[in-house]
T-cell receptor
Framework: NAGVTQTPKFQVLKTGQSMTLQCAQD?????MYWYRQDPGMGLRLIYY???????DKGEVPNGYNVSRLNKREFSLRLESAAPSQTSVYFC????????????FGDGTRLSIL | AQKVTQAQTEISVVEKEDVTLDCVYE???????LFWYKQPPSGELVFLIR??????QNEISGRYSWNFQKSTSSFNFTITASQVVDSAVYFC???????????????FGKGTKLSVKP
């Protein structure tokens, strides 16, 4: 299926471990996003990238780093995972500007023990 | 401050009924965008519609229709002849047309869970 591909779908980590969530889109979109979804809180923006080589902090960036490797790929890294980062993570892309996600990946369910 | 209110937490209907999901928003900006997203039980997020503040025309897409009324700050979503596959959580969201800082963040409502029973 064309669109936004996000890996992995599930991951369990121990506190302090690191990992990278991968995201790629094949729609030639400039804008890409990382969101987290927690129960009762909707989606909250972690980081945003308007184009290759540029990234911008969102509402909840602490504890995360991102890398816009090229136009297609936008990765999210947890350097030292904490239980508070247990969440469902969504990558998204868009042909529009900041704050307007259009196509989403299937999500990553991340549990930090 | 921006705010999106979806007062209906859960709605249950029987298949083929029409159902309207309410969305009321608050913003001081004159330029903004409104969205609806669907999140079925499988968990993925599906974009449904984007509407800018200068376009008050109602929109229809198959069984889905949207009623945008700036006078009441509402952007309601109607599903006609509902089907079981429409069962999902539906989120309304607001984005102000800013280009940096906190502007432009997408503000979500808490969602309305729609259950369509056969």
């Amino acid at each position: 299926n064309a669109g936004v591909t996000q890996t992995p779908k599930f991951q369990v980590l121990k506190t302090g471990q690191s990992m990278t969530l991968q995201c790629a889109q094949d729609m030639n979109h400039n804008s890409m996003y990382w969101y987290r979804q927690d129960p009762g809180m909707g989606l909250r923006l972690i980081y945003y990238s308007a184009s290759e080589g540029t990234t911008d902090k969102g509402e909840v960036p602490n504890g995360y780093n991102v890398s816009r490797l090229n136009k297609r790929e936008f990765s999210l890294r947890l350097e030292s995972a904490a239980p508070s980062q247990t969440s469902v993570y969504f990558c998204a892309s868009s042909e529009w500007f900041r704050g307007q996600p259009q196509h989403f990946g299937d999500g990553t369910r991340l549990s930090i023990l | 401050a921006q705010k999106v209110t979806q007062a209906q937490t859960e709605i249950s209907v029987v298949e083929k009924e029409d159902v309207t999901l309410d969305c009321v928003y608050e913003t001081r900006d004159t330029t903004y965008y409104l969205f609806w997203y669907k999140q079925p039980p499988s968990g993925e997020l599906v974009f449904l519609i984007r509407r800018n503040s200068f376009d008050e025309q109602n929109e229809i897409s198959g069984r889905y229709s949207w009623n945008f009324q700036k006078s009441t700050s509402s952007f309601n979503f109607t599903i006609t002849a509902s089907q079981v596959v429409d069962s999902a959580v539906y989120f309304c969201a607001l984005s102000e047309a800013g280009y940096g800082g906190s502007q432009g963040n997408l503000i979500f409502g808490k969602g309305t869970k729609l259950s369509v029973k056969p």
